[in-house]
Antibody, heavy 124, light 108 residues
Framework: QVELQQSGPGLVKPSQTLSLTCVIS??????????WNWIRQSPSRGLEWLGR?????????DYAVSVKSRISINPDTSNNQFSLQLTSVTPEDTAIYYC??????????????WGQGTLVTVSS | EIVMTQSPATLSVSPGERATLSCRASQSVTSNIAWYQQKPGQAPRLFIYSVSTRATGVPARFTGSGSGTEFTLTISSLQSEDFGIYYC??????????FGQGTRLEIK
């Protein structure tokens, strides 16, 4: 059974960096048939995919256009986890952030396991 | 970017009745459609993938159908535990995962 455990601060000041970590149990961050995603949810934007990291003989990343200049998703093979960093946050980045595992067939991946969610509020 | 549109926004159905939820994609997504259920304070839960394949533990009263750009989630005989918000998601085109705005299913 796959479990994803999220951690990170729930309050971030404007212009600072949002950092979250997702620890994986029951799978490996290096598994070749999956992708590891960050998705956020807010009343104004709904469910919004932010980006992913995945291993296919080397590491790849994809990022949503809306956050591409501010986002970084990194795998940590030593601790079997992956992380999200979002820089220069504004109140519009206030949302519940989820990490997910994407199960993939031919490059198309749906999220079958989700972390518990972290409410991140951007406020001074 | 692809846009997913769900209808209706809210659906009120009595226990034992059938519920039909619709999802339309702005371009073809072949068969790469999933449905998720979300209850208050919880993460979304995968219910259906590849249009019609039920995830582990999902009751047989949930049926997914459709192709191309039009998809449907049908609940044949609504139970009280089926309330929540249902989201469709495409995972065929860019962005890799795109969600509809959700249909809130209320028990009448």
């Amino acid at each position: 059974q796959v479990e994803l455990q999220q951690s990170g601060p729930g309050l971030v000041k404007p212009s600072q960096t949002l950092s979250l970590t997702c620890v994986i149990s029951g799978d490996s961050v290096s598994t070749k048939s999956v992708a590891w995603n960050w998705i956020r949810q807010s009343p104004s934007r709904g469910l919004e995919w932010l980006g992913r990291t995945y291993y296919r003989s080397k590491w790849y990343n994809d990022y949503a256009v809306s956050v591409k200049s501010r986002i970084s998703i990194n795998p940590d093979t030593s601790n079997n986890q992956f992380s999200l960093q979002l820089t220069s946050v504004t109140p519009e980045d206030t949302a519940i952030y989820y990490c997910t595992r994407g199960t993939c067939t031919g490059g198309s991946c749906y999220s079958d396991y989700w972390g518990q969610g972290t409410l991140v509020t951007v406020s001074s | 970017e692809i846009v997913m549109t769900q209808s209706p926004a809210t659906l009120s159905v009595s226990p034992g009745e059938r519920a039909t939820l619709s999802c339309r994609a702005s371009q073809s997504v072949t068969s790469n459609i999933a449905w998720y259920q979300q209850k208050p304070g919880q993460a979304p839960r995968l219910f259906i993938y590849s249009v019609s394949t039920r995830a582990t533990g999902v009751p047989a009263r949930f049926t997914g159908s459709g192709s191309g750009t039009e998809f449907t989630l049908t609940i044949s005989s609504l139970q009280s535990e089926d309330f929540g918000i249902y989201y469709c998601q495409q995972y065929n085109n860019w962005p890799p995962q795109a969600f509809g705005q959700g249909t809130r299913l209320e028990i009448k």
